[in-house]
């Protein structure tokens, strides 16, 4: 099978398309033939060996697939070749097929075409985990989310709604603005690009209070970091969750007298070892999602598609900010 592989570490230029052997459904795994691989900004960590796994060389990147079962190992049961499914694989689906655990996968609903099942669960999985499990947001709450116009942002937006919340929706540029806003947020801000100089800081922290309004933002999904954790942090509410998930701008240094002055709780989020502990989250998560999606309310944004032999221009795109929504690597 062909497949984009990481053979020394370096950036998306230093991905290369192989053939190498098909792979083999083991106990309690099946076989895919991968249709699409969603593209996130862990892809573009794993490949520098920055990211908080790091798999033995050559490997292919790609976090999450969609599918059809071409063989089933033993004892799996919950699924027969043929089924069209999606699955978290951490690395590997840059790839035409893929031997994963049975118990990563998730059927995919009749309705939903491979391109956005392969751009669904890793995003709107950390989401949900983030927003019902750590952060507890409810109905009429202010929810604040940075990087809202990314993979796990703009899914943060639409679970936000599809929770009852009001969403304030903070991204770099008026082109991401109008894709939250389409994407069901009731407020848009543009903050300034860090680092930020101390005027600019004031800026993002003046603009960030004024659209969360007088008693601030009940929950921050902070998917950014770097100097934007400290300016949204300075615009929660009194007892709010400050929900720390990504650092696409690097890690922050955070200023802990602010916790204190607001009450509040940082609370960490990481998501695949949530599904570690529990086989049941998965499945459990995704059935509320795939309702949310089969109503309507969560509609996956794909902005670009890029054929497996350019999976790292795909890579290098998202990882220039350019994403709006999700990136997906069509591979059949
Ligand atoms: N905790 C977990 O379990 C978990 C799971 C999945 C992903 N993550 C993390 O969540 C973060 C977002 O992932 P994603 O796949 O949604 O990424 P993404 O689609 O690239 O979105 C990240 C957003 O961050 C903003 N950003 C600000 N400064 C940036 C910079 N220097 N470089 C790139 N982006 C920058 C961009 O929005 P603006 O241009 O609007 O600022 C961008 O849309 C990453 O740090 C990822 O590792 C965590």
């Not at 033939?33 to 490997?59: C, E, H, M, W």
């Not at 292919?60 to 694989?89: I, K, L, N």
């Not at 009429?140 to 989310?145: H, I, P």
């Not at 930020?196 to 902070?222: I, N, Q, T, W, Y």
């Amino acid at each position: 099978m062909k497949a984009i592989m990481s053979r020394s570490i370096g950036g998306p230029e230093t991905l290369v398309l192989e053939e190498i052997d098909d792979p083999v459904a083991t106990d309690g795994q099946i076989l895919v033939r991968v249709k699409a691989s969603g593209v996130n900004f862990p892809d573009t960590l794993i490949i520098k060996d920055r990211y908080q796994f790091k798999p033995k060389r050559p490997f292919s990147p790609g976090a999450e697939f969609s599918g059809v079962v071409e063989a089933v190992g033993s004892g799996v049961r919950s699924f027969q070749v043929g089924d069209r499914v999606m699955g978290f694989s951490r690395w590997g689906s840059m790839a035409q097929k893929i031997a994963i655990a049975a118990s990563r996968c998730v059927a995919i609903p009749d309705a939903m075409p491979f391109d956005e099942a392969s751009a669904f669960i890793l995003t709107y999985g950390t989401s949900y985990y983030a927003l019902k499990e750590r952060g507890a947001l409810r109905s009429g709450e202010t929810l604040l989310v940075l990087g809202a116009a990314g993979g796990v942002g703009l899914a943060a937006v639409e679970i936000g709604k599809a929770m009852g919340a009001r969403v304030v929706a903070a991204v770099s540029t008026t082109e991401k603005a109008t894709l939250v806003r389409e994407h069901g947020a009731d407020g848009a801000v543009i903050y300034p690009t860090a680092p930020f100089a101390p005027s600019s800081r004031r800026d993002a922290a003046r603009l960030l209070k004024e659209a969360c309004g007088p008693h601030g933002a009940h929950v921050v999904c902070d998917v950014v970091g770097g100097d934007y954790s400290e300016v949204a942090l300075r615009a929660i509410a009194w007892e709010g969750r400050f929900l720390v998930v990504g650092f696409a701008a690097g890690i922050p240094q955070i200023p802990l007298n602010l916790a204190l002055l607001k009450s509040c709780q940082i609370v960490g989020v990481f998501w695949g070892p949530w599904l570690d502990r529990d086989t049941q989250h998965l499945s459990h998560s995704a059935a509320e999602l795939l309702k949310w999606y089969t109503s309507g309310a969560l509609r996956p944004c794909i902005s670009a598609r890029f054929p497996l032999a350019e999976a790292g221009d795909a890579i290098a795109q998202l990882a220039a900010r350019k994403a709006l929504g999700k990136i997906v690597v069509n591979i059949d």
